[in-house]
């Protein structure tokens, strides 16, 4: 692990922008230059010392000067949107509740699905590690409606 000292003597923080930059060459990457680059699921990652260590969290070590003792949250859910205000700590849960609609959803609206056979939509939401039934409703974008209000009397601010 980096010290807070060696991190700064490397790299500058924006917290407008939320890129780091090259403070010293490193290697064949000038001083000045941009530091980092995008993994496959989205996240920033910077390389120092041969460690790789994700941007959000480095951001929270920058600012703070030690490291997040839980999860560093996405507010706006873009895992490379590390401006310092789209930045929280977060449980692992809230971190969960403030994912966005999963990939293999039908209904196009998180928390709502229409069972086979089923002529209305169900609406659900995650509730002390429980999914918890809203009720029926003619359309999705009713079911949804209903979801968005659990989730946010629920999950206060992160909900999604």
């Not at 460690?51 to 859910?77: C, K, M, T």
């Not at 359309?139 to 909900?159: C, L, M, P, V, Y």
Request: charged share 20%.
């Amino acid at each position: 692990m980096i010290t807070h000292h060696e991190l700064r003597g490397w790299l500058h923080y924006d917290q407008e922008t939320g890129h780091f930059t090259w403070i010293k060459r490193n290697g064949g990457v000038a001083a000045g230059s941009r530091a980092g680059s995008t993994r496959g699921e989205g996240y920033e990652q910077i390389i120092l010392r041969g460690n790789a260590y994700q941007s959000h969290r480095l951001a929270w070590f920058y600012i703070h000067g030690e490291w997040p003792q839980a999860q560093v949250d996405h507010r706006n859910g873009v895992r490379s949107d590390n401006r310092w205000s789209n930045l929280r700590l977060a449980t692992r849960t809230q971190n969960q509740w403030n994912t966005g609609t999963r990939s293999d959803n039908s209904s196009g609206f998180k928390g709502v699905t229409r069972p086979k056979g089923r002529t209305k939509w169900h609406a659900y939401i995650n509730e002390n590690g429980r999914r918890k039934f809203l009720g029926s409703y003619l359309t999705a974008e009713e079911a949804n409606q209903a979801a968005i209000a659990a989730r946010q009397a629920a999950h206060g601010e992160f909900a999604r």
